[in-house]
């Protein structure tokens, strides 16, 4: 399961970023439309890949190579549509911090009838230790 969190963060960022953009674009600042039109398409890529390898169910059990590939198109995309997305907002002098934060203590806390919490003791945790070097804790929004 682990291995859906890079692709899982990879489309986090750009989503935030596109929050980021559109509130930008209501402030009045002209986003080039070409480039976030195309870093739209590559984040919806990224995002169609991530949903299957999840309603898939089962992360590549009876095909690791091919959900691995999936993954793999997953990250890049959405890193090549947040690339985009950084320099359509540059251009549009919008400046953008290094961490995107991420909030999910918003998408994560008070969940459903049953106003669910965060389990951090339930959290897939990235077994090698790279995921905390491109995604950092401060950055999640989570309360530990």
Known sequence: VWMMNRPGYGVAWPAKVFEIANKAQADGKAVDQDIYNRAKDLYLEAFYRVIFIGAENSVGFHN?????????????????????????????????????????????????????????????????????????????????
Do not use: W
């Not at 690339?83 to 953008?96: E, N, S």
């Not at 077994?127 to 804790?137: A, C, E, K, N, R």
């Open 64 to 144: 690791p190579s091919e959900a691995g590939r999936i993954c793999n198109d997953a990250v890049a995309m959405a890193s090549k549509s947040e690339g985009l997305l950084r320099q359509a907002l540059a251009k549009a002098g919008v400046d953008l911090p290094q961490d995107i934060h991420l909030e999910m203590a918003k998408y994560l806390s008070d969940r459903g009838v049953k106003k669910l919490k965060f389990r951090p003791e339930f959290e897939f945790a990235d077994p090698y230790g790279i995921q905390p070097m491109l995604t950092p804790v401060s950055s999640q929004g989570l309360p530990r």
